[in-house]
């Protein structure tokens, strides 16, 4: 113990004999650790606020129908005729944070032409108070909870259509009993989502509305589409399932998922130069200790004791480094918790379109703790990789070695 505690002194007070070159090395791998784990938290939090505001404006962190109402393969295709109802859903308390949904392949037709569209039925008290899609209405106004056979599309489609707020549109379809759907819907507003492709392929009418134009029973519909951001367990109900976004919407999962693990490839890369550029100045200072290392062999120290030594130094020097990295890491991360940035700094000014939708979101940080250890580990071994070279070479040179 004795003789470990002369080596850590040893080592300690060598690290010191060229101080402004230590610092440097401390600086550089603080800075690179604390930055990592703001950018990390960054690219987490970016993904989480960014996948609230596109969830919470029309898809929902999760939905739960029928088993076989969606295809499995490809979530772009429902069967319009597996209808659930709130008989089957045993935890009541989902509906405090769910809106129902009707959904229906239909055409309308306009002034000019007649097009083919996806209608929803929605809840439009339960809209107003969940979601954010009221917010995409740029002319007219959003439905009226105690209004019936109103509609409202998208700006586009209105465009191809050639109607006007107040106007009418005929929507014709397939209900579920067979027949041949038709009704009359008067135009209530338009939605704008930016120019995405979700302006030329939907429509949304009152939940009754759709039920009635389909032939459904008025306790009857197809989604029950959740969304409490907060909590992403799903629920199991017997005779149902829940489809998380990630399902329904494969291509943004993707995305989402590619952005998280490139941020972590170009986190690695960073690490990588610094341990290369670290393993240069490491090897630069031990030569530099030749001779100092030379009279440690003539006085009876071995090359493992000379080893040792300088790998408790980079060790402290390590450890001092991960901790004040940490430091600045946890500092930046918490002042942008307390001062979200804004995305639109990152594309000059303009919103982000993701499925279709247009979102602005800000940036709020959540400090993740795992960060908080992955980083310095990851550090520590490629610092211990950064090691290997310099003592093979200090060693072989030691011309006392024993």
Known sequence: MRAFLFLLKFSYRNLWRSPKRTMIMVLSLALASGFIIWDLNFANSGSKEVMKGFLSQYAGRYQITRPDYYEVANSKLFNNYKVMSDEEVADKSLFATSTRRVTAPVFLSGEKKTLGVLMTGIEVASELRLTKLSDAVSKGEFLSPAGSKEIILGKRLAERL????????????????????????????????????????LAFTQIASAQEFLVMDPGQYHQLVQFDMTNENLPKIEGLRAWTWQELIPEIGVSVSFVDNFTWIVSIIIVMVISLGLANTLMITFFER?????????????????????????????????????????????????????????????????????????????????????????????????????????????????
């Open 162 to 201: 050639d109607v006007r707020i107040g106007g009418e549109v005929a929507v014709i379809g397939q209900a579920l009993d067979g027949s041949v759907a038709n009704d009359l819907y008067r135009v209530r507003g338009f939605l704008d989502f930016g120019g995405g492709d979700l302006e030329d392929t």
């Open 290 to 402: 030749e001779k100092e290392f030379e009279s440690l062999n003539i006085l009876g120290a071995k090359a493992s004791w000379v080893a040792w030594s300088l790998l408790i130094e980079v060790t402290i020097l390590g450890t001092f480094s991960m901790i004040l990295g940490c430091l600045i890491g946890h500092a930046a991360t918490t002042l942008c918790s307390h001062y979200p940035i804004n995305l639109e700094l990152f594309t000059n000014g303009k919103a982000i379109i993701m499925g279709g939708m247009t979102i602005k979101p800000l940036v709020k940080f959540y400090p993740m703790a795992q960060y908080y250890w992955q980083v310095p580990l990851m550090m520590f071994c490629f610092l211990a990789l950064s090691m290997i070279y310099p003592l093979i070479r200090v060693m072989k040179r030691s011309k006392n070695a024993v």
